[in-house]
Each structure stands twice: as structure tokens, then as C-alpha cells.
């Protein structure tokens, strides 16, 4: 055994036994003290419980709101067409191309189509879509193409 080799040794201490007599040091109420909710089974308090103080979540105000008539859309970039061959695109070859979701939850939210990727675009088509941003339409119209809303 060289010195750079020397470990500290491994250290076996026995658990402590609770509840085994008054010599052992935690007999009789086992270290959990005298009467009080923690000292019973199953007496745990939940993380969040303030002794029933108002919680901090209902003591801060509320803000903002959700307007539930929010207009969620399936997008779809023009980059993306950049490298898909054909001129014709619609809703459904949009989803068979697997460039829109077509289930789950927002299976029947409206299709637009965004100019992401525009400057590098240069390719004639044709496309059949809910809405269409002001960037995209100039930018399919001036390669020739079609942009119509359905």
C-alpha cells in the first residue's frame, strides 16, 4: 500500500432504531417530541400549507385574461415549398406532406401561410389556403404565382 493510495475506511453505521426502549435514546415518542400533528401516523403537512394562513396563491392578484376566441393557425413557410416539387399546394397535400399537423388538437385550425424564408424564395406556385400574411402574398404573386383564399 503507497501513500497516494491510502482511502478513508468505509464506516458502517447501523440505522437508528426508534421506539426500542428508553436506553436507546429514542424510545418511548421515537424523537418526534410530545403530542401535535407531526407526531402522529401519517400526520405529513403538504409543502404549500402556510398553518392556514391565505395561501399565496389567492393572496396575489390576478392578471391578464385568456381570450378564448383566439384564432389558433396550422402555419406553414414558404422556405418549407422552396425545396417540394410542384406548383399546386392545398390544405390537404399540405397535411399528406406532413408540413401541417392534420390530428389531434388542432386538426380543424385554419392554414396560413407565413414569409419565413422569403428572401431566398424564387419559385413559381400555386396555393390555396385560410389566410395568407401581406409578405407572402406579394412574394407568391411576384414569382407569377397564385395565392388563393379559401
Do not use: C
Not at 475506511?9 to 429514542?26: D, F, M, V
Not at 393572496?59 to 415549398?81: A, H
Amino acid at each position: 500500500m503507497e501513500l497516494h493510495n491510502i482511502e478513508r475506511p468505509k464506516i458502517q453505521k447501523n440505522k437508528k432504531r426508534l421506539g426500542k426502549g428508553h436506553g436507546s435514546g429514542t424510545g418511548k415518542t421515537a424523537g418526534k417530541g410530545h403530542k401535535g400533528q407531526k407526531s402522529r401516523s401519517g400526520g405529513s403537512i403538504p409543502a404549500w400549507f402556510e398553518g392556514g394562513q391565505m395561501p399565496l396563491q389567492r393572496r396575489v392578484p390576478k392578471r391578464g385574461f385568456t381570450n378564448i376566441f383566439k384564432l389558433k393557425f396550422r402555419v406553414v413557410n414558404l422556405n418549407k415549398l422552396q425545396d417540394i416539387d410542384g406548383i399546386n399546394f392545398d390544405i390537404p397535400k399540405f397535411e399528406k406532406l406532413n408540413l401541417i399537423r392534420k390530428k389531434k388538437a388542432n386538426e380543424k385550425a385554419p392554414v396560413k401561410i407565413l414569409a419565413k424564408g422569403g428572401d431566398n424564395f424564387n419559385k413559381k406556385v400555386n396555393i390555396k389556403a385560410n389566410y395568407f400574411s401581406k409578405t407572402a402574398q406579394e412574394l407568391i404573386e411576384k414569382m407569377g404565382g397564385k395565392a388563393e383564399v379559401i
